[in-house]
Structures are given as structure tokens and as C-alpha cells.
Nanobody, 114 residues
Framework: QVQLVESGGGLVQPGGSLRLSCAASGIIFSINTMGWYRQAPGKERELVAT???????NYADSVKGRFTISRDNAKSTVYLQMNSLKPEDTAVYYCSARYTSYKWGQGTQVTVSS
């Protein structure tokens, strides 16, 4: 049974930082492209960042230079370091794993507000 469990969300002030983690089980983690997506109220889910099995990364233009995705294959965990957070980063953040199909976590809320 595939499980992706996100953690690390919360309330942070503008300009602050958060680090999201996603622990995976039930998949061969090292061969999966891992990703972070987000969905704000009333909006569609959008790509934040992805990292391939070889470590190549891709970012949405809105987060380039502020967010960093990384992975630890030994721990079957993917991370999203989020710096210089803005109110528009407020959303539910979802972890994804993709090999032949997408698998999703349950999401973690990130709220950026003063």
C-alpha cells in the first residue's frame, strides 16, 4: 500500500521559512519522480517543484529562487525548503510520486500571514 505522508506545514509570517517533508512507503522511492504541488482556495492544483530520480529539478516561476526541493533516497523522503514566504504562497501543499502513475499525499496546510 502506497503512503505519502506530508509534515512541516503551519502558520508563518511573511518573509519567514518553512521546511516540508514527505515520507514515502510502499514504492521504490529511488526510481520515482517526486514533486510538490499546491492548491489555494478556489484555485486549481498547481505544480510547485519536482525532482527526478537522477536529481534534476524543476520549479514554478513563482517560487524560483525562494524554494528548494531535495530528496534523501536512503530515508525515502522528499523535502521542500521554502524561504521568503509570501501571503500568496498560502495553500494546501501536496506531495506526489510518479513512476507509471501519480500517487498523492493527503496534504499539509501552509498559511503565510501577519
Amino acid at each position: 500500500q502506497v503512503q505519502l505522508v506530508e509534515s512541516g506545514g503551519g502558520l508563518v509570517q511573511p518573509g519567514g521559512s518553512l521546511r516540508l517533508s514527505c515520507a514515502a512507503s510502499g514504492i521504490i522511492f529511488s526510481i520515482n519522480t517526486m514533486g510538490w504541488y499546491r492548491q489555494a482556495p478556489g484555485k486549481e492544483r498547481e505544480l510547485v517543484a519536482t525532482i527526478t530520480s537522477s536529481g534534476s529539478t524543476n520549479y514554478a516561476d513563482s517560487v524560483k529562487g525562494r524554494f528548494t526541493i531535495s530528496r534523501d533516497n536512503a530515508k525515502s523522503t522528499v523535502y521542500l525548503q521554502m524561504n521568503s514566504l509570501k501571503p500568496e504562497d498560502t495553500a494546501v501543499y501536496y506531495c506526489s510520486a510518479r513512476y507509471t502513475s501519480y500517487k498523492w499525499g493527503q496534504g499539509t496546510q501552509v498559511t503565510v500571514s501577519s
